[in-house]
Protein backbone atom coordinates (compact mmCIF):
# COMPACT_ATOMS: atom_id res chain seq x y z
CA UNK A 1 0.00 0.00 0.00
CA UNK A 2 3.01 2.33 0.71
CA UNK A 3 3.39 2.44 -3.23
CA UNK A 4 -0.16 4.23 -3.08
CA UNK A 5 1.72 7.45 -1.79
CA UNK A 6 4.29 7.72 -3.52
CA UNK A 7 4.61 10.86 -5.99
CA UNK A 8 1.39 11.89 -5.00
CA UNK A 9 0.87 16.26 -4.09
CA UNK A 10 0.22 16.29 0.11
CA UNK A 11 -3.08 17.46 -0.42
CA UNK A 12 -3.93 14.54 -2.62
CA UNK A 13 -2.39 12.48 0.04
CA UNK A 14 -4.77 13.72 2.46
CA UNK A 15 -8.03 13.37 -0.10
CA UNK A 16 -7.47 9.60 -0.87
CA UNK A 17 -6.89 9.23 2.96
CA UNK A 18 -10.31 10.89 3.63
CA UNK A 19 -11.78 9.25 0.97
CA UNK A 20 -10.69 5.80 1.78
CA UNK A 21 -11.57 6.54 5.60
CA UNK A 22 -15.46 7.29 4.38
CA UNK A 23 -15.64 4.13 2.11
CA UNK A 24 -14.75 1.99 5.23
CA UNK A 25 -16.97 3.78 7.61
CA UNK A 26 -19.64 3.92 5.68
CA UNK A 27 -19.16 -0.29 5.41
CA UNK A 28 -18.79 -0.36 9.06
CA UNK A 29 -22.01 1.49 9.29
CA UNK A 30 -23.09 -0.95 6.92
CA UNK A 31 -22.01 -4.05 9.36
CA UNK A 32 -24.40 -2.74 11.98
CA UNK A 33 -26.93 -1.46 10.66
CA UNK A 34 -28.00 -4.31 8.32
CA UNK A 35 -26.21 -6.97 10.20
CA UNK A 36 -28.72 -6.58 12.65
CA UNK A 37 -31.24 -8.27 10.24
CA UNK A 38 -29.18 -11.01 9.95
CA UNK A 39 -28.63 -11.98 13.80
CA UNK A 40 -32.08 -10.24 14.96
CA UNK A 41 -34.42 -13.62 14.34
CA UNK A 42 -31.38 -16.14 16.08
CA UNK A 43 -30.68 -13.55 18.85
CA UNK A 44 -34.89 -13.16 19.63
CA UNK A 45 -35.41 -16.89 19.32
CA UNK A 46 -32.63 -17.50 21.96
CA UNK A 47 -30.84 -19.84 19.87
CA UNK A 48 -27.26 -17.63 20.50
CA UNK A 49 -25.96 -15.73 23.08
CA UNK A 50 -26.61 -12.00 21.49
CA UNK A 51 -22.20 -11.17 21.99
CA UNK A 52 -21.63 -14.75 20.63
CA UNK A 53 -24.27 -14.75 17.51
CA UNK A 54 -22.74 -10.70 16.41
CA UNK A 55 -19.43 -12.30 16.89
CA UNK A 56 -19.82 -15.12 14.73
CA UNK A 57 -22.22 -12.87 12.51
CA UNK A 58 -18.77 -10.47 12.07
CA UNK A 59 -16.54 -13.85 10.92
CA UNK A 60 -19.01 -14.95 8.52
CA UNK A 61 -19.48 -11.18 7.33
CA UNK A 62 -15.52 -11.13 6.68
CA UNK A 63 -15.50 -14.45 4.50
CA UNK A 64 -18.09 -13.40 2.73
CA UNK A 65 -16.05 -10.48 1.68
CA UNK A 66 -12.73 -12.08 1.01
CA UNK A 67 -14.64 -15.01 -0.73
CA UNK A 68 -17.61 -12.95 -2.60
CA UNK A 69 -15.88 -11.81 -6.26
CA UNK A 70 -16.38 -8.81 -7.59
CA UNK A 71 -19.16 -9.10 -9.82
CA UNK A 72 -21.70 -6.68 -7.63
CA UNK A 73 -19.05 -4.06 -6.94
CA UNK A 74 -18.90 -3.46 -10.57
CA UNK A 75 -22.52 -3.60 -10.81
CA UNK A 76 -22.58 -0.84 -8.25
CA UNK A 77 -19.84 1.03 -10.70
CA UNK A 78 -21.62 0.37 -13.69
CA UNK A 79 -24.37 2.47 -12.53
CA UNK A 80 -22.61 5.98 -13.83
CA UNK A 81 -22.55 6.25 -17.34
CA UNK A 82 -19.22 5.01 -19.42
CA UNK A 83 -18.30 8.64 -19.67
CA UNK A 84 -18.09 9.58 -16.79
CA UNK A 85 -15.95 6.52 -15.55
CA UNK A 86 -13.64 7.00 -18.45
CA UNK A 87 -13.55 10.71 -17.71
CA UNK A 88 -10.51 10.01 -14.85
CA UNK A 89 -10.15 13.52 -13.04
CA UNK A 90 -9.07 14.25 -9.47
CA UNK A 91 -11.08 17.04 -8.57
CA UNK A 92 -14.02 15.61 -9.95
CA UNK A 93 -13.50 12.39 -8.41
CA UNK A 94 -13.25 13.67 -5.27
CA UNK A 95 -16.83 15.67 -5.30
CA UNK A 96 -18.29 12.59 -6.78
CA UNK A 97 -16.90 9.88 -4.02
CA UNK A 98 -17.60 12.50 -0.68
CA UNK A 99 -20.85 13.74 -1.88
CA UNK A 100 -22.49 10.01 -2.36
CA UNK A 101 -20.81 8.33 0.77
CA UNK A 102 -21.80 11.53 2.91
CA UNK A 103 -25.30 11.23 1.69
CA UNK A 104 -25.07 7.14 2.16
CA UNK A 105 -23.83 7.50 5.84
CA UNK A 106 -26.15 10.55 7.10
CA UNK A 107 -29.22 8.25 5.76
CA UNK A 108 -27.86 5.16 7.62
CA UNK A 109 -26.85 7.06 10.94
CA UNK A 110 -30.29 8.23 10.72
CA UNK A 111 -32.61 5.21 9.96
CA UNK A 112 -30.41 3.41 12.69
CA UNK A 113 -30.81 6.02 15.33
CA UNK A 114 -34.39 5.41 14.95
CA UNK A 115 -33.89 1.61 15.00
CA UNK A 116 -35.79 1.59 11.25
CA UNK A 117 -34.73 -1.51 9.01
CA UNK A 118 -33.83 0.58 6.06
CA UNK A 119 -31.89 -0.79 3.11
CA UNK A 120 -28.33 0.24 2.77
CA UNK A 121 -28.06 -0.98 -0.69
CA UNK A 122 -30.99 1.24 -1.38
CA UNK A 123 -29.27 3.96 0.15
CA UNK A 124 -25.68 3.71 -1.91
CA UNK A 125 -27.69 3.52 -4.52
CA UNK A 126 -29.71 6.25 -4.56
CA UNK A 127 -26.43 8.13 -3.58
CA UNK A 128 -24.84 6.97 -6.99
CA UNK A 129 -27.54 7.88 -8.86
CA UNK A 130 -28.04 11.49 -7.33
CA UNK A 131 -24.36 12.22 -8.14
CA UNK A 132 -24.99 10.67 -11.65
CA UNK A 133 -27.77 13.21 -12.50
CA UNK A 134 -26.41 16.26 -11.01
CA UNK A 135 -23.23 15.68 -13.02
CA UNK A 136 -25.86 15.94 -16.49
CA UNK A 137 -27.41 18.89 -14.89
CA UNK A 138 -24.05 20.73 -14.24
CA UNK A 139 -22.65 19.87 -17.82
CA UNK A 140 -25.44 19.90 -19.57
CA UNK A 141 -25.71 16.70 -20.76
CA UNK A 142 -28.96 15.10 -21.19
CA UNK A 143 -30.54 13.35 -18.03
CA UNK A 144 -31.22 10.08 -20.51
CA UNK A 145 -27.35 9.85 -20.05
CA UNK A 146 -26.62 10.67 -16.73
CA UNK A 147 -26.99 7.65 -15.58
CA UNK A 148 -26.87 4.59 -16.97
CA UNK A 149 -30.11 3.70 -17.10
CA UNK A 150 -30.69 -0.06 -18.38
CA UNK A 151 -28.05 -1.27 -15.18
CA UNK A 152 -30.37 1.13 -12.56
CA UNK A 153 -33.17 -0.62 -14.18
CA UNK A 154 -31.86 -4.27 -13.46
CA UNK A 155 -30.96 -3.30 -10.58
CA UNK A 156 -34.25 -1.39 -9.58
CA UNK A 157 -35.96 -4.20 -10.69
CA UNK A 158 -34.19 -7.13 -8.29
CA UNK A 159 -33.95 -4.23 -5.30
CA UNK A 160 -38.20 -4.71 -5.84
CA UNK A 161 -38.67 -7.78 -6.48
CA UNK A 162 -36.73 -9.51 -4.12
CA UNK A 163 -38.95 -8.18 -0.88
CA UNK A 164 -41.59 -9.23 -2.37
CA UNK A 165 -40.69 -12.65 -3.31
CA UNK A 166 -39.04 -12.74 0.13
CA UNK A 167 -42.55 -12.23 1.37
CA UNK A 168 -44.21 -14.83 -0.34
CA UNK A 169 -41.56 -17.58 0.09
CA UNK A 170 -40.93 -17.44 3.21
CA UNK A 171 -44.82 -17.09 3.54
CA UNK A 172 -44.86 -20.68 1.63
CA UNK A 173 -42.07 -21.93 3.87
CA UNK A 174 -43.72 -21.79 6.99
CA UNK A 175 -47.49 -23.08 5.78
CA UNK A 176 -45.05 -26.66 4.24
CA UNK A 177 -43.49 -26.70 7.41
CA UNK A 178 -46.85 -26.54 9.55
CA UNK A 179 -48.46 -28.84 7.23
CA UNK A 180 -45.19 -31.55 7.87
CA UNK A 181 -45.35 -30.80 11.73
CA UNK A 182 -48.63 -29.45 12.93
CA UNK A 183 -48.01 -29.73 16.52
CA UNK A 184 -43.86 -29.57 16.83
CA UNK A 185 -42.27 -27.37 19.30
CA UNK A 186 -41.15 -25.03 16.47
CA UNK A 187 -44.00 -23.14 16.08
CA UNK A 188 -43.90 -22.02 19.80
CA UNK A 189 -42.66 -18.61 20.26
CA UNK A 190 -39.68 -17.89 22.68
CA UNK A 191 -42.11 -16.81 25.11
CA UNK A 192 -44.29 -19.50 25.24
CA UNK A 193 -41.41 -22.34 25.39
CA UNK A 194 -40.52 -20.85 28.26
CA UNK A 195 -43.51 -21.11 29.87
CA UNK A 196 -44.83 -24.30 28.79
CA UNK A 197 -41.61 -26.15 28.34
CA UNK A 198 -39.58 -24.31 31.05
CA UNK A 199 -37.24 -24.13 28.19
CA UNK A 200 -34.63 -21.38 27.24
CA UNK A 201 -33.71 -22.32 23.89
CA UNK A 202 -35.73 -23.96 20.95
CA UNK A 203 -35.08 -27.73 20.34
CA UNK A 204 -32.00 -28.94 19.06
CA UNK A 205 -32.56 -29.77 15.32
CA UNK A 206 -34.29 -25.64 15.52
CA UNK A 207 -31.75 -24.37 17.49
CA UNK A 208 -29.08 -25.93 14.80
CA UNK A 209 -31.13 -24.44 11.62
CA UNK A 210 -31.46 -20.99 13.04
CA UNK A 211 -27.90 -20.44 13.86
CA UNK A 212 -26.87 -22.18 10.09
CA UNK A 213 -29.21 -20.30 8.61
CA UNK A 214 -28.23 -17.28 10.29
CA UNK A 215 -24.67 -17.44 9.76
CA UNK A 216 -25.53 -18.07 5.95
CA UNK A 217 -27.38 -14.68 6.09
CA UNK A 218 -24.09 -12.89 7.44
CA UNK A 219 -22.05 -14.71 4.70
CA UNK A 220 -24.70 -13.65 1.45
CA UNK A 221 -24.49 -10.32 3.04
CA UNK A 222 -21.00 -9.84 3.13
CA UNK A 223 -20.66 -11.14 -0.56
CA UNK A 224 -23.10 -8.65 -1.74
CA UNK A 225 -22.75 -5.73 0.53
CA UNK A 226 -18.87 -5.76 0.73
CA UNK A 227 -18.67 -5.91 -2.99
CA UNK A 228 -20.55 -2.56 -2.83
CA UNK A 229 -17.52 -1.15 -0.37
CA UNK A 230 -14.89 -2.90 -3.05
CA UNK A 231 -16.39 -1.02 -5.93
CA UNK A 232 -16.66 2.71 -4.17
CA UNK A 233 -13.09 2.12 -3.52
CA UNK A 234 -12.31 1.56 -6.98
CA UNK A 235 -13.78 4.51 -7.87
CA UNK A 236 -11.86 5.94 -5.25
CA UNK A 237 -8.57 4.50 -6.34
CA UNK A 238 -9.37 4.97 -10.14
CA UNK A 239 -10.36 8.36 -9.50
CA UNK A 240 -7.43 10.11 -7.21
CA UNK A 241 -4.52 7.69 -8.36
CA UNK A 242 -5.01 6.50 -12.06
CA UNK A 243 -1.98 5.78 -12.95
CA UNK A 244 -1.85 2.62 -10.74
CA UNK A 245 -5.05 1.39 -10.55
CA UNK A 246 -6.76 2.17 -14.08
CA UNK A 247 -5.51 -1.34 -14.76
CA UNK A 248 -4.92 -4.26 -12.80
CA UNK A 249 -0.88 -3.79 -12.93
CA UNK A 250 -0.65 -7.22 -11.35
CA UNK A 251 -1.82 -8.62 -14.40
CA UNK A 252 0.02 -11.59 -15.64
CA UNK A 253 1.23 -12.23 -19.44
CA UNK A 254 -1.37 -14.36 -20.30
CA UNK A 255 -4.07 -12.28 -19.12
CA UNK A 256 -3.01 -9.12 -21.08
CA UNK A 257 -3.01 -11.77 -24.44
CA UNK A 258 -6.68 -12.35 -23.46
CA UNK A 259 -7.52 -8.80 -23.47
CA UNK A 260 -5.60 -8.20 -26.59
CA UNK A 261 -7.34 -11.71 -28.12
CA UNK A 262 -10.70 -10.78 -27.11
CA UNK A 263 -10.22 -7.28 -28.67
CA UNK A 264 -8.90 -8.72 -32.04
CA UNK A 265 -11.84 -11.22 -31.98
CA UNK A 266 -14.13 -8.84 -31.12
CA UNK A 267 -13.11 -7.07 -34.19
CA UNK A 268 -13.96 -10.41 -36.35
CA UNK A 269 -16.72 -10.29 -34.66
CA UNK A 270 -17.74 -6.97 -36.53
CA UNK A 271 -16.57 -7.89 -39.48
CA UNK A 272 -18.41 -11.20 -39.43
CA UNK A 273 -21.92 -9.49 -38.63
CA UNK A 274 -20.76 -6.37 -41.35
CA UNK A 275 -24.17 -6.85 -42.94
CA UNK A 276 -26.35 -6.16 -40.00
CA UNK A 277 -24.07 -3.71 -37.69
CA UNK A 278 -22.08 -2.22 -40.56
CA UNK A 279 -24.62 1.33 -40.61
CA UNK A 280 -25.00 1.26 -36.49
CA UNK A 281 -20.92 0.59 -36.39
CA UNK A 282 -20.15 3.04 -39.17
CA UNK A 283 -17.84 -0.46 -40.38
CA UNK A 284 -15.26 0.99 -42.73
CA UNK A 285 -15.93 4.30 -42.93
CA UNK A 286 -14.04 5.75 -39.87
CA UNK A 287 -10.47 7.10 -40.06
CA UNK A 288 -8.01 5.76 -37.61
CA UNK A 289 -7.81 9.92 -36.50
CA UNK A 290 -11.79 9.04 -34.83
CA UNK A 291 -10.61 8.16 -31.87
CA UNK A 292 -13.10 8.68 -28.54
CA UNK A 293 -12.69 12.19 -27.10
CA UNK A 294 -11.60 12.44 -23.64
CA UNK A 295 -14.73 12.02 -22.01
CA UNK A 296 -17.08 10.13 -24.19
CA UNK A 297 -17.66 7.04 -26.41
CA UNK A 298 -19.48 6.53 -29.91
CA UNK A 299 -20.34 2.96 -31.44
CA UNK A 300 -18.81 4.70 -34.75
CA UNK A 301 -15.54 4.70 -33.34
CA UNK A 302 -14.92 1.56 -32.49
CA UNK A 303 -13.10 0.68 -35.34
CA UNK A 304 -10.22 3.15 -34.84
CA UNK A 305 -10.82 1.98 -31.04
CA UNK A 306 -9.76 -1.37 -31.31
CA UNK A 307 -6.96 -0.90 -33.71
CA UNK A 308 -5.62 1.61 -31.62
CA UNK A 309 -5.87 -0.47 -28.55
CA UNK A 310 -4.45 -2.84 -30.41
CA UNK A 311 -1.42 -1.22 -31.00
CA UNK A 312 -0.87 -0.45 -27.94
CA UNK A 313 -0.90 -3.60 -26.70
CA UNK A 314 1.41 -4.81 -29.18
CA UNK A 315 4.26 -6.76 -27.25
CA UNK A 316 2.96 -5.49 -23.63
CA UNK A 317 3.57 -8.80 -21.59
CA UNK A 318 3.36 -6.49 -18.46
CA UNK A 319 1.06 -3.37 -17.66
CA UNK A 320 4.14 -2.06 -15.88
CA UNK A 321 5.62 -0.98 -18.86
CA UNK A 322 3.05 1.22 -20.28
CA UNK A 323 3.34 4.57 -19.33
CA UNK A 324 0.82 5.82 -16.80
CA UNK A 325 -1.01 8.20 -19.93
CA UNK A 326 -0.80 5.16 -21.77
CA UNK A 327 -2.81 2.81 -19.18
CA UNK A 328 -5.54 5.79 -19.07
CA UNK A 329 -5.72 5.03 -22.71
CA UNK A 330 -6.24 1.77 -22.87
CA UNK A 331 -8.74 2.01 -19.89
CA UNK A 332 -10.68 4.28 -21.58
CA UNK A 333 -10.31 2.13 -25.11
CA UNK A 334 -11.59 -1.01 -23.25
CA UNK A 335 -14.62 0.18 -21.38
CA UNK A 336 -15.89 2.38 -24.61
CA UNK A 337 -15.52 -1.11 -26.47
CA UNK A 338 -16.98 -2.93 -24.02
CA UNK A 339 -19.96 -0.18 -23.88
CA UNK A 340 -20.41 -0.16 -27.47
CA UNK A 341 -20.28 -4.52 -26.56
CA UNK A 342 -23.33 -4.01 -24.34
CA UNK A 343 -25.27 -1.84 -26.80
CA UNK A 344 -24.41 -4.34 -29.68
CA UNK A 345 -25.46 -7.24 -27.57
CA UNK A 346 -29.67 -5.50 -27.19
CA UNK A 347 -29.99 -5.17 -30.39
CA UNK A 348 -33.04 -7.77 -31.96
CA UNK A 349 -30.73 -8.50 -35.65
CA UNK A 350 -28.35 -10.46 -33.43
CA UNK A 351 -29.70 -14.23 -32.76
CA UNK A 352 -29.01 -15.87 -29.49
CA UNK A 353 -25.58 -17.83 -30.75
CA UNK A 354 -23.63 -14.23 -31.82
CA UNK A 355 -25.37 -12.66 -28.73
CA UNK A 356 -23.58 -15.21 -26.67
CA UNK A 357 -20.37 -14.91 -28.29
CA UNK A 358 -20.39 -11.28 -27.69
CA UNK A 359 -20.72 -11.85 -23.89
CA UNK A 360 -18.10 -14.22 -23.44
CA UNK A 361 -15.53 -11.64 -25.49
CA UNK A 362 -16.71 -9.19 -23.20
CA UNK A 363 -16.13 -10.66 -20.01
CA UNK A 364 -12.15 -11.44 -21.58
CA UNK A 365 -12.39 -7.74 -22.43
CA UNK A 366 -12.71 -6.28 -19.11
CA UNK A 367 -10.45 -9.10 -17.44
CA UNK A 368 -7.73 -6.45 -16.33
CA UNK A 369 -10.20 -3.49 -15.86
CA UNK A 370 -12.71 -5.12 -13.65
CA UNK A 371 -10.59 -6.30 -10.32
CA UNK A 372 -9.66 -5.17 -6.83
CA UNK A 373 -6.30 -5.55 -4.85
CA UNK A 374 -6.11 -7.93 -2.05
CA UNK A 375 -5.84 -5.64 0.32
CA UNK A 376 -8.91 -3.25 -0.66
CA UNK A 377 -11.11 -6.67 0.04
CA UNK A 378 -9.50 -7.30 3.03
CA UNK A 379 -9.90 -3.50 4.47
CA UNK A 380 -13.88 -3.92 3.66
CA UNK A 381 -13.99 -7.01 4.67
CA UNK A 382 -12.61 -5.91 8.50
CA UNK A 383 -14.28 -3.01 8.38
CA UNK A 384 -18.24 -4.86 7.58
CA UNK A 385 -17.03 -7.58 10.39
CA UNK A 386 -16.27 -5.06 12.85
CA UNK A 387 -19.03 -3.31 12.30
CA UNK A 388 -21.04 -5.99 12.83
CA UNK A 389 -20.21 -6.50 16.32
CA UNK A 390 -21.95 -2.76 17.35
CA UNK A 391 -25.03 -1.32 17.05
CA UNK A 392 -26.89 -3.95 16.63
CA UNK A 393 -29.71 -4.07 19.45
CA UNK A 394 -32.15 -1.30 17.98
CA UNK A 395 -33.13 -3.25 15.37
CA UNK A 396 -32.81 -6.48 16.67
CA UNK A 397 -36.22 -5.36 18.53
CA UNK A 398 -37.68 -3.94 15.72
CA UNK A 399 -37.61 -7.45 13.90
CA UNK A 400 -38.25 -9.89 16.71
CA UNK A 401 -41.31 -8.28 18.30
CA UNK A 402 -42.58 -5.41 16.25
CA UNK A 403 -43.28 -6.48 13.03
CA UNK A 404 -45.97 -9.11 14.12
CA UNK A 405 -48.71 -8.20 16.62
CA UNK A 406 -47.51 -11.90 18.05
CA UNK A 407 -43.72 -13.19 19.26
CA UNK A 408 -41.95 -14.95 16.07
CA UNK A 409 -42.18 -18.51 16.44
CA UNK A 410 -38.43 -20.70 15.86
CA UNK A 411 -40.34 -21.85 12.37
CA UNK A 412 -40.81 -18.33 11.19
CA UNK A 413 -37.55 -17.19 12.32
CA UNK A 414 -36.13 -20.29 10.47
CA UNK A 415 -38.39 -19.90 7.09
CA UNK A 416 -37.54 -16.20 6.74
CA UNK A 417 -33.69 -16.90 7.13
CA UNK A 418 -32.88 -20.05 4.75
CA UNK A 419 -35.53 -17.50 2.22
CA UNK A 420 -33.11 -14.58 2.61
CA UNK A 421 -29.78 -16.62 2.25
CA UNK A 422 -31.12 -18.32 -0.44
CA UNK A 423 -32.48 -15.25 -2.22
CA UNK A 424 -29.33 -13.30 -1.77
CA UNK A 425 -27.05 -16.49 -2.65
CA UNK A 426 -28.96 -16.56 -6.15
CA UNK A 427 -28.32 -12.57 -6.56
CA UNK A 428 -24.29 -12.99 -5.91
CA UNK A 429 -24.59 -15.79 -8.39
CA UNK A 430 -25.93 -12.90 -11.40
CA UNK A 431 -23.58 -10.36 -10.08
CA UNK A 432 -27.14 -7.92 -8.49
CA UNK A 433 -27.05 -6.20 -5.64
CA UNK A 434 -30.35 -7.01 -2.97
CA UNK A 435 -31.23 -5.72 0.00
CA UNK A 436 -30.71 -8.20 3.24
CA UNK A 437 -32.97 -5.65 4.97
CA UNK A 438 -36.10 -5.89 3.12
CA UNK A 439 -35.26 -9.19 2.08
CA UNK A 440 -35.63 -10.32 5.67
CA UNK A 441 -37.81 -7.95 6.58
CA UNK A 442 -40.64 -9.08 4.52
CA UNK A 443 -39.76 -12.52 5.23
CA UNK A 444 -40.61 -12.14 8.61
CA UNK A 445 -43.43 -10.24 7.40
CA UNK A 446 -44.55 -13.00 5.35
CA UNK A 447 -44.11 -15.68 7.72
CA UNK A 448 -46.50 -13.34 10.20
CA UNK A 449 -49.56 -13.07 7.65
CA UNK A 450 -48.92 -17.22 6.78
CA UNK A 451 -49.46 -17.72 10.85
CA UNK A 452 -52.08 -15.46 10.97
CA UNK A 453 -50.38 -13.48 13.31
CA UNK A 454 -51.41 -10.03 12.12
CA UNK A 455 -48.82 -7.06 11.25
CA UNK A 456 -48.26 -4.18 13.29
CA UNK A 457 -49.45 -1.69 11.07
CA UNK A 458 -47.26 0.92 12.43
CA UNK A 459 -43.98 -0.44 12.26
CA UNK A 460 -44.85 -2.28 8.51
CA UNK A 461 -45.95 1.32 7.89
CA UNK A 462 -42.82 2.85 9.32
CA UNK A 463 -40.29 -0.32 7.02
CA UNK A 464 -42.41 0.80 3.77
CA UNK A 465 -41.95 4.42 4.42
CA UNK A 466 -38.19 4.01 4.53
CA UNK A 467 -38.39 1.94 1.36
CA UNK A 468 -40.18 4.34 -0.35
CA UNK A 469 -37.86 7.62 0.69
CA UNK A 470 -34.85 6.12 1.12
CA UNK A 471 -34.04 6.39 -2.39
CA UNK A 472 -35.19 9.70 -4.05
CA UNK A 473 -33.90 11.29 -0.37
CA UNK A 474 -30.33 9.53 -1.03
CA UNK A 475 -30.35 10.73 -4.46
CA UNK A 476 -31.54 14.47 -3.43
CA UNK A 477 -29.18 14.31 0.03
CA UNK A 478 -26.11 13.30 -3.18
CA UNK A 479 -26.98 15.13 -6.01
CA UNK A 480 -26.99 18.71 -3.47
CA UNK A 481 -23.67 17.68 -1.86
CA UNK A 482 -22.24 16.97 -5.60
CA UNK A 483 -23.28 20.00 -6.68
CA UNK A 484 -21.52 21.61 -3.78
CA UNK A 485 -18.70 20.05 -3.85
CA UNK A 486 -18.21 20.61 -7.78
CA UNK A 487 -18.40 24.50 -7.27
CA UNK A 488 -15.99 24.72 -3.80
CA UNK A 489 -13.72 22.70 -5.71
CA UNK A 490 -14.17 24.29 -9.65
CA UNK A 491 -14.63 20.99 -11.26
Given at each position: ????????????????????T??????????????????A?????K?????????????????????????V?????????????????T?????????????????????W??????????????????????????????????????K????????????????L?????????????????M??????R?????????????????????M????????N????????????????????????????????????????HL??F????????????????????????????????????????????????????????????????????????K????L??????????????R??????????????????????????????????????????????????????Q???????????????????TH???????G?????????????????????????????????????????????
Open positions: MIELFSGLDAWVVISLILALFVLAFEFINGFHDTANAVTVIYTAMPPQLAVLFSGLFNFLGVLLGGVGAYAIVHLLPVELLINVNGHGLAMVFSLLAAAIAWNLGTYFGIPASSSHTLIGSILGVGLANALLNNIPLADGVNWQAIDIGASLVFSPVAGFAAAVVLLILKKWRPASKHKTPDQKKLDDKKHPPFWNRLVLVISAAVSFVHGSDGQKGIGLIMLVLIDIVPSQFVLDLTSTTYQIERTRDATANQYQRNSATLGEFLALGKASDSDLPAQSSCNPKQTEPTIHALLGNLEGVADYHTLAPEKRIEVRRYLLCLDDTAKVSKPVLDARERADLDKLKDLTGTTEYAPFWVVVAVALALGIGTMVGWKRVVLTIGTKIGKQGMTYSQGMSAIVTASMIGLANIFALPVSTVLSSGVATMVANKSGLQGGTIKTILLAWVLTLPASMALAAGLFWLASKVLGT
